[in-house]
């Protein structure tokens, strides 16, 4: 399923070639499918993670994961803003130049992606007979997984704390570009520069963030992340204008705890699964992940609609962060993980 998933991404991403002139619709459906692609991958690599790992290495190896994930978009990146930037010099126009852009991530995907998939020999733990659900469709699983979440109120209270801060996390990254160019006043390369920056700082702000939870435990390292979060965003509103500067170094500080705040909530979600239900439950967090992006969105849209100011926008998103804090504050980590029936590690 994880290589029919991936499949259905690459050959979406490599089709994105044969979008020219006014197809949007072709592209638009292409569009759908990558994305499709994706998120049904992101589902079930996560779901080897609890296989992989024991319970005192999935900091360790999540965050490893994210790094290396960083490093990689900021490698292509960087070379696709090459191409991009030279278009004229390698005889080809903007557009052909962006379709090539588009058709790399897709053989970027399929070269690493089928060098993983190849190498993965154990799939996701399975129960025995007599302990797995009955079969059924679909929506009546999810039925069964929502109920049991449920039972779990520590298990359910961490899926509402991620929510609301890795809403706040993903609208910072979308509203970012537009933030600096229409409250500060940068230019385009400052934006494309700053999010290769950011990408490489990633890389290592995920290792060090899995250190950090190594020796404080990986709840409070989170937790210290979301409060850095809310001193970013009080910098960012008081940034001056076209002081480029300013927004590369925002850019470093932002990248040193992206990673690591995806990473962590990763493995800390992978603790509180019950054995043989890694996919269900990471279906469950990728849509907890993507289903609500729109109210970030919304949020800054009202925000903007209302008071006509970018800073007052950006500063809204606090409470994603401060709602996030306050969740996981309440969250027993070591009932939800026994509930779960699983081995609480020695530093949470």
């Known amino acids: 399923m994880l290589a029919g998933a991936m499949t259905l991404g690459v050959v979406a991403s490599l089709l994105f070639y044969t979008v020219t002139g006014g197809a949007y619709l072709w592209g638009g459906a292409l569009f759908l499918a990558a994305s499709l692609g994706y998120s049904t991958a992101n589902v079930l690599a996560n779901g080897y993670l609890p ?19 960083y490093l990689g978009g900021a490698v292509l990146l960087a070379l696709n803003l090459v191409i991009y930037t030279a278009h004229s010099a390698l005889g080809l126009s903007q557009s052909h130049a962006a379709r090539v852009a588009l058709a790399s991530a897709g053989l970027w995907w399929l070269v690493f992606g089928t060098a993983g998939v190849r190498r993965l020999t154990a799939g996701t733990s399975q129960l025995p007979s007599a302990q797995r659900p009955e079969s059924g469709t679909g929506y009546r699983q999810l039925g069964r997984t929502l109920a049991a979440l449920a039972r779990n109120r520590n298990a359910l ?8 801060y890795n809403e706040g996390v993903q609208t910072v990254i ?25 990408q490489f700082v990633a ?25 850095v979060w809310i001193v970013l965003l009080a910098a960012a509103f008081g940034m001056t204008k076209h002081a480029a500067w300013q927004f590369y170094l925002l850019g470093c500080a932002i990248g040193l705890v992206l990673g690591g705040t995806q990473a962590l909530s990763r493995s800390l979600f992978a603790q509180i699964i019950p054995a043989g239900q890694e996919s269900e439950y990471f279906g469950l967090y990728e849509v907890s992940q993507n289903g609500v992006a729109w109210i970030g969105s919304l949020t800054v849209a009202l925000a903007i609609q209302f008071t006509g100011s970018y800073r007052l926008a950006i500063i809204s998103l606090v409470a994603f962060f401060a709602l996030g804090l306050v969740l996981l504050a309440r969250t027993d980590l070591r009932t939800a993980i026994r509930t779960a029936g699983n081995p609480v590690p020695e530093r949470l």
């Open 51 to 69: 296989t992989l790992a024991a319970p005192d290495e999935r900091d360790a190896i999540s965050s490893k994961g994210w790094a290396v994930g």
């Open 174 to 198: 979308s509203f970012a570009s537009t933030y600096g160019t229409k409250q500060l006043d940068l230019g385009q390369s400052v934006m494309a520069s700053a999010i290769l920056v950011v």
């Open 157 to 164: 209270l961490f899926l509402l704390a991620y929510m609301a």
């Open 203 to 227: 890389f290592g702000g995920a290792l060090w963030m899995g250190r950090l939870a190594a020796r404080h435990g990986t709840r409070r390292t989170i937790s210290g992340s979301l409060v």
